[in-house]
């Protein structure tokens, strides 16, 4: 079985800052994959990043970074230079073998102010 | 672009009422999956099917059925909605190739009330 878990249920950032936001994972699967999800509050899920657990590398997608770090089962998702429209619910996922479910924390709300 | 498209945004039944909640996606995948998203609970899974009339129950199946006919179309059946269903419904899409990169892509979701 695989768990995510969020222990921040909100986080506040002021604009052009870095944000981090946790997430640890725990899973007995050899071959995963990580994903984060931004959810506005108009409601769809958005895909931001993603990181293979035999990826050597962090992830970077534009001003979206994954602090992998696979000894400690954590997974951390770093905004660089926030923006207003970053304000929204976060959520990390993982993905393991078999069945294709993604498994999903409980989020964190992210509140940008100016 | 990839899409995937969920029949109402807003739906408000009464308690003893079936629903139907449909998803469409375009994007000729093999596995959808249907969630649902209560606050301080993330998202949990409801059921999921990797084929056409293929399903399997996910984490919360109690009070839902499935129904997939078509490879495109996943619907989400309540047989007999109660308050206790009022959530907001997240259907999704993903290739089934076996890897752990396969992302979902997401409905825009249906917030159901239940009175």
């Known amino acids: 079985a695989q768990k995510i878990t969020q222990t921040q249920p909100g986080m506040f950032v002021q604009e052009k800052e870095a944000v981090t936001l946790d997430c640890t994972y725990d899973?007995?699967?050899?071959?995963?994959?990580l994903f984060w999800y931004k959810q506005p509050s108009s409601g769809e899920m958005i895909f931001l990043i993603y990181?293979?657990?035999?990826?050597?590398q962090n992830a970077t997608e534009g001003r979206y970074s994954l602090n992998f770090q696979k000894a400690r089962k954590s997974a951390n998702l770093v905004i660089s230079a926030s923006q207003l429209g970053d304000s929204a619910m976060y959520f990390c996922?993982?993905?393991?073998?078999?069945?294709?479910?993604?498994?999903f924390g409980t989020g964190t709300r992210l509140l940008v102010s100016p | 672009d990839v899409k995937v498209t969920q029949s109402s945004r807003y739906l408000v039944k009464r308690t003893g009422e079936k629903v139907f909640l449909e998803c469409v996606q375009d994007?000729?995948?093999?596995?959808m999956f249907w969630y649902r998203q209560d606050p301080g609970l993330g998202l949990r899974l409801i059921y999921f099917?990797?084929?056409?009339?293929?399903?399997e129950k996910g984490d919360i199946p109690e009070g839902y059925s499935v129904s997939r006919e078509k490879k495109e179309r996943f619907s989400l059946i309540l047989e007999s909605a109660s308050t206790n269903q009022t959530s907001m419904y997240l259907c999704?899409?993903?290739?089934?190739?076996?890897?752990?990169?396969?992302?979902?892509?997401f409905g825009p979701g249906t917030r159901l009330t239940v009175l």
């Open positions: 099917s990797y084929d056409v009339k293929m399903k």
């Open positions: 996922a993982v993905l393991g073998t078999g069945f294709q479910k993604l498994v």
């Open positions: 899973t007995s699967d050899q071959s995963y994959g």
């Open positions: 990181q293979g657990s035999y990826d050597e």
């Open positions: 994007m000729d995948h093999e596995n």
């Open positions: 999704a899409s993903s290739l089934s190739t076996g890897g752990v990169e396969n992302e979902q892509f």
